[in-house]
């Protein structure tokens, strides 16, 4: 019966989160729905990074935070 109180909220959270993206999307104005495209690959290419990374044995929050350090190296090198 465990298995499938899990399932189910599994449904349910993947059902919230397509509406949350539903509710989004609509919500964008005219002008930036050319970089919708972009948004939607971005979002795909992080949410697999986090299912991907822990079975790497890397913790994809320790992974930012160590971006983060690096922030103040990379603003010092690309001119903008």
Request: no cysteine; charged share 15%.
């Amino acid at each position: 019966m465990y298995g499938y109180k899990k399932l189910m909220i599994k449904i349910i959270l993947i059902i919230a989160v397509l509406l949350l993206l539903l509710f989004l999307v609509k919500s964008i104005s005219p002008e930036n729905r050319k970089k919708l495209p972009l948004l939607i690959i971005s979002v795909a290419a992080i949410g697999l990074a986090f299912l991907v990374l822990p079975r790497l044995g890397l913790n994809p929050l320790i992974v930012l935070q160590k971006l983060m350090q690096l922030m103040p190296f990379l603003k010092g090198i690309i001119p903008l």
